[in-house]
């Protein structure tokens, strides 16, 4: 059997949705890109959750690389990575661009 991998690119873009994948991730990134950056407590102010769960959530977008974190003792202050946001926004939307089957008899 011959195996099979993914693109760089599938991982890659799989990463980046995986690491959207929740709302709070979602409200973080948002709000980090309406501001330059913002410290944690900050974050943490705007969101209905606990401390350690904002921070799982930042430890998963800084994985996924769609943001950054920068340590200014005693706070961290937080930004979006914007080569890779750059990139995010190219493979969404090249993927999500890509023309459908219109083949009679297929999905409706």
């Not at 929740?22 to 900050?42: K, M, Y």
């Not at 890779?84 to 008899?105: R, V, Y």
Request: a positive charge.
């Amino acid at each position: 059997m011959i195996k099979k991998k993914y693109t760089e690119e599938q991982e890659k873009l799989a990463r980046f949705a995986k690491a959207m994948g929740h709302p709070a991730r979602i409200a973080i990134l948002q709000l980090l890109a309406s501001q330059e950056c913002c410290f944690f407590g900050d974050i943490h102010e705007e969101l209905p959750i606990a401390k350690a769960t904002v921070s799982q959530h930042l430890k998963e977008l800084k994985e996924a690389g769609l943001i950054q974190g920068e340590i200014e003792t005693p706070k961290v202050k937080y930004c979006i990575n914007k080569e890779n946001w750059e990139t995010a926004k190219k493979m969404f939307a090249d993927f999500l661009g890509q023309p459908i089957c219109k083949k009679e008899g297929c999905c409706k």
